[in-house]
């Protein structure tokens, strides 16, 4: 059976941050699809304009009269998709979703929702015009609630909209309702595939807000009762318009995630009441962008769910995590429902997002698949273009094409980038635990040679932007480009490496025989 949807999200609060600023990680889990990343300008429109998507081509939405410059990061499956791709704005908004199917929403006396859900207008569309028009978190959280509120929405879905001050989390319904609340600034937010909203908080307009007639839709159609007629306060979103029991490999996500970013004892309290679905934790203590690369990489080394063991050479189980100690006695991809890991089988792009001050500065830490193969690339924001091996085809052709790809793309084509590192997590697959021992030190190396370089680049970007902010994005273009050529660089160099040292090995030849005999 196909698996529908296993994004995994953290958001880091800015006072529980150590950059001071929210920091964001997702992984975007979506099967058969292959991703691009397309840099898209600012565009003037003429008055009388109208937008249409592909999976609604009848519904005609006002267009504005301009719209932001943005990176797209395009998930593409043949028959096209609606639900995975991500934005990054000049205003330095970010837009990553989840999945929170299934969702409840009017069924007919055959228990189907789709008579309904064919009258609710839009749904790639919110995530593009966000990435179109917000120019900060709050200002996404009022579109959202624009276009949702006189469209409807027909998929259910939690929308992480965030800049550097502050990130809303935005559940929606099937239909026209919604619930968001803002996560607190000293707080950590983990979001696997279900909603997590619960009571509802009408005198707090500054960090809360529901559609008016939420509560009563779901009494008008049995879903919810309160206790006291008129009193409210028992009604629990999450509860009442997620649709059957908590999944189990959401829970598993969440039950590993919270004990990670050091949350045990608040997660063994949660569930000790019932509840699976927290929203957020006050932090204890602050957060790195190291810290959301390491849960975006997890398999739940070291922990009751992960399938192997922490050892060390000799064979001797460890306590510790350390990734040159694990042994894999099975491929740690394969396990999408039990347990499902948050870098699993579907993981077809991995972000962190380091917001900066200057939106231009804020640079998106970006993995190809399955970021516990190969390292994050910096792309700053205010990059003139994407790196050029991010894309196969013109942003034109990819808009025209989203929701019709030819299958022709998702033949095996060795000139692009996808596939090369595609090469990679095929070689890795044939044998996990012997592949990771190659690639763990590797990609930390590169990794902790790039963090410097970030920060000496902003540095230089400040200097230069002064004088002529133009070159000084012409500067983050080549920088950004110069890291993706040298991430290519090592996903060719480690395909060979794990190939030659694995065949090596067989034949009993020692990896530096050739060095032996010079």
């Known amino acids: 059976m196909r698996y529908e949807g ?29 991703v691009q990343v397309h840099s898209v300008p600012r565009m003037r429109h003429e008055e009388g304009e109208f937008v249409t998507f592909g999976d609604r ?50 069924e007919d006396e055959n228990g189907s929702q789709d008579a309904y859900l064919d009258t609710m207008g839009i749904g790639y569309g919110v995530r593009r015009l966000l990435g179109e028009r917000a120019k900060s978190a709050r200002d996404g ?38 619930a968001a609340k803002r996560i607190p600034d000293d707080a950590v937010y983990f979001m696997p595939n279900h909603y997590t909203i ?6 707090d ?52 995630a919270w004990p990670i970013l050091g949350f045990e004892k608040e997660w063994a309290e949660c569930t000790a009441k019932g509840s699976t679905r927290p929203f957020s934790f006050k932090a204890h203590r602050k957060y790195t962008i190291e810290d959301c690369k390491a ?56 972000t962190v997002i380091d917001f900066a001050d200057d939106p231009a500065a804020t640079c998106v830490y970006r993995a190809w698949r399955k970021p516990c193969t190969n390292p994050y690339v910096p792309v700053f924001l205010g990059s003139l273009k994407v790196p050029e091996s991010y894309a196969w085809m013109s942003r034109e052709e990819a808009d025209a094409t989203h929701f019709a790809p030819p299958l022709k793309e998702f033949v095996y084509s060795p000139d692009t980038a996808f596939w090369q590192v595609e090469n990679l997590i095929w070689l890795t697959e044939l044998d996990y635990n012997y592949a990771h021992a190659v690639l763990a030190p590797g990609v930390r190396a590169v990794e902790e040679g790039w963090q410097a370089e970030v920060a000496e680049a902003r540095a230089r970007y400040e200097e230069m932007k002064a004088e002529d902010p133009q070159l000084a994005k ?30 090596l090995k067989n034949q009993g030849v020692p990896e530096d025989w050739d060095q032996q005999i010079l």
């Open 6 to 34: 296993g994004c995994s999200t953290v958001v880091i609060g800015k006072a529980a941050s150590a950059t001071g600023r929210v920091l964001v990680g997702h992984n975007e889990d979506d099967d058969r699809s292959l």
């Open 57 to 106: 081509p009848d519904v005609k939405i006002p267009q504005v009269k301009e719209t932001a410059a943005f990176i797209w990061s395009e998930v593409r499956r043949p028959g096209g998709i609606s639900f995975g791709d991500s934005f990054f704005n000049e205003y330095g908004v970010a837009i990553v979703t989840n999945s929170c199917n299934p969702g409840k929403a009017p």
């Open 141 to 178: 959280l009022d579109i959202i609630i624009e276009l949702v509120e006189k469209y409807g929405y027909f998929s259910s879905r939690t929308y992480q909209i965030a800049d550097k001050d502050e990130c809303w989390s935005v559940q929606l319904t099937r239909g026209k309702r919604l």
């Open 198 to 203: 619960h009571a509802l908080e009408p005198s």
């Open 205 to 256: 307009r500054e960090n809360f807000y529901y559609t008016p007639d939420l509560v009563d839709f779901a009494i008008e159609n049995g879903w919810y009762k309160p206790k006291k007629p008129g009193d409210y306060s028992d009604f629990d979103f999450a509860e009442v318009y997620q649709k059957g029991e908590d999944r189990d490999y959401n829970v598993k996500r969440a039950r590993n």
């Open 295 to 350: 849960l975006m990489r997890t398999h739940y080394e070291g922990r009751e769910d992960f399938l192997g063991d922490v050892r060390n050479e000799g064979g001797a189980l460890l306590q510790d995590q350390s990734p040159d100690a694990v042994f894999y006695p099975r491929d740690p991809h394969m396990t999408l429902d039990d347990p499902r890991t948050i870098c699993c089988g579907t993981t077809v792009e991995s």
């Open 474 to 503: 012409a500067f983050l273009s080549e920088f950004s480009d110069a890291k993706a050529r040298y991430a290519l660089h090592w996903v060719r160099r480690m395909t060979q490496k794990i190939g030659r040292s694995k065949y």
